[in-house]
């Protein structure tokens, strides 16, 4: 397989979606069952006994050895996405089982990394790293699928693997500013993802004062801005409300209840929870002042991570065999490795995206810098096969 079949492939993919013309695509949602069925027919082509674990994860296994290294990445986007985050992975992990087929390979394709449908990541990874999702939604939906909640502690393999290797898309305009068809990824930043939620009172638009108003809109849009305020302050400290519900959601009616997101992110933990505490103090102060409840959800408090030494170093060497300049770089996006790297070595290897986009319809990637992954992936494969038999 070549990059150009690569990028075909990736873009079929695209076209099964929730939503016709555009790519949304959730943990285990409808589109996925055709998603996985090409996908499987695609690892059995290439010489792989396929199947899905409880967590809706499809798994291709390849080669003769007792522990394979793992390629992996996701199959789930965001709502209205584009062809390559994640997926890219995926099919490039099968093209190298193609490229190295007696090499002990596992390619993993996950079932959930975005978060989009429960407002939990990683679903998908968490499971194969031994730390499987037990929320009742999540189990729900993993019965309506046709699996078996009760096998979940089965999708385990961090014991069974040598190794987690992730292509992905950098989703940033680092490379692409650098001119660099790749990147080395050093670790991944931490991530907080909390549901933040304002109660005040609904009432009516026109009658009731404005002395006389818990409007719970309000003080969730005076919070926002407290938020922006605050990551400002930071070098390298990002954080953004990017969901906002609003109840009752009527053009003359007060809001009763609002709620929003908050990601923060930042290589530093210390950082991180420096500005998660801010975000939490103001949104007490604000509501105290307006007369409102806040209550704070936390959904997510994934630590910064760091990849394996000795994986990244072989991956250098393999650029650099190959001819390819070697750069490395932290990431500003999680990713399934982040989870792996809890429970096996792991390691990334970006390639640019064109214009820095990501999360949008125009994202996509070069066929250039496609090859130059594969080449760097086979390069890598023969050394670490060495290294590690």
Known sequence: MDANEIIRRCRVLAEISEEPGVTTRTFLS????????????????????????????????????????????????????????????????????EARPNVPIEVAAFSDEEGVRFGIPFIGSRAVAGKPVMDAPVLDAIREYGLDPAELNYACAA?????????????????????????????????????????????????????????????????????????????????????????????NAIAGMARASLDVRHADDRVRRLCVNAATNAGKRIAARRGLDVEFVRLLEQPATAMDDAMVAALERAAAAAGYPVHRMPSGAGHDAMVMAGRTPAAMLFLRSPGGISHHPDETVLPEDVAAALEVGVRFLDEWEKLDG
């Open 159 to 251: 014991d069974c693997i040598r190794g987690y290797l992730e292509f992905h898309i950098e989703q940033g305009p680092v490379l692409d500013d650098l001119g660099l068809p790749l990147g080395l990824v050093e670790s991944i930043v931490g991530i907080t993802r909390m549901q933040v939620i304002f109660h005040g009172r609904a009432n009516h638009a026109g009658t009731t004062p404005m002395n006389s108003r818990r409007d719970a809109l309000a003080g969730a849009a005076e919070w926002i801005a407290a938020v922006e305020c605050e990551a400002r302050q930071g070098a390298g400290l990002v954080a953004t409300v990017g969901q906002l519900q609003v109840e009752p959601n009527a053009s």
């Open 30 to 97: 409808p589109p996925m069952r055709e998603v996985h069925k090409l996908v499987r027919e695609w690892m059995e082509a290439a010489g792989m006994s396929a199947d899905l674990d409880a967590a809706g994860n499809l798994r291709g296994v390849s080669g003769s050895g007792l522990r394979p290294i793992m390629i992996g990445s996701h199959l789930d986007t965001v709502p209205r996405g584009g062809a390559f985050d994640g997926i890219l992975g995926v099919i490039v992990g099968i093209a190298l089982v």
